[in-house]
């Protein structure tokens, strides 16, 4: 074996430099804990050095993860019973008054009007006449043509019970071939027209009548 010479007290350290050396070490731990043990375990980074390395980022990742496995771990708690729902109130029927029907205005019918299409043939100096039954304001349209030449017209009216020669004329014409239009009884009686062939030839009178009217008389 060989025998190591123990050093001299000359070679020995000096309590200074041992202090000195203590002094570094604890530094040298203090610094690691702060800058590496701390911000890698418990995601505290003090200086910031951390999380520049990225140790800070390890470090809250652990605590998740922790926190995750001790929920695993964790007995389940039991639901809160849920309470029964309260008994809606009765319902009570609401009784609708009835309607009463609304008696509807009875509405009177207009009265029909009447139409007719007559056709009467005048010799040369033949006279004729055509009258409907009116009733005082009741309304005629009438329209008539005289095929053959023209003749000598007259559109009036006579009351019922009138005296002898009394008419009332609406219009009249000469040497007329056509005439259309409408007339408004004045009084209760007989309405119409008259007509003469005053030309050589035989002359045919065509009338169409539309109104509230009685009756014709030709």
Known sequence: MFNTPLPTVNELPSTRKLVRSTVIALLTAVGLLVTVVMPSEYAVDPTGVGRALGLTQM???KIILAQEALADTAPPQPAAPTPAPAPAPPQVAQVQPIAKPVAQPVATP???LKTNQMTVTLKPGEGTEIKLEVLKNKTVSYEWTAAGG???Y???GEPYNGEKGYFHSYNKGKQVKS???EFTAIFDGTHGWFWRNR???DVTI???TTG???SVKQ
């Open 150 to 152: 023209p003749v000598n």
């Open 59 to 61: 470090g809250e990742l």
């Open 206 to 208: 065509a009338l169409k």
């Open 110 to 112: 207009a009265p029909a």
């Open 212 to 214: 509230d009217y009685l």
């Open 154 to 156: 007259d559109t009036h």
């Open 199 to 201: 030309s050589n030839n």
């Open 179 to 181: 005439d259309k239009g």
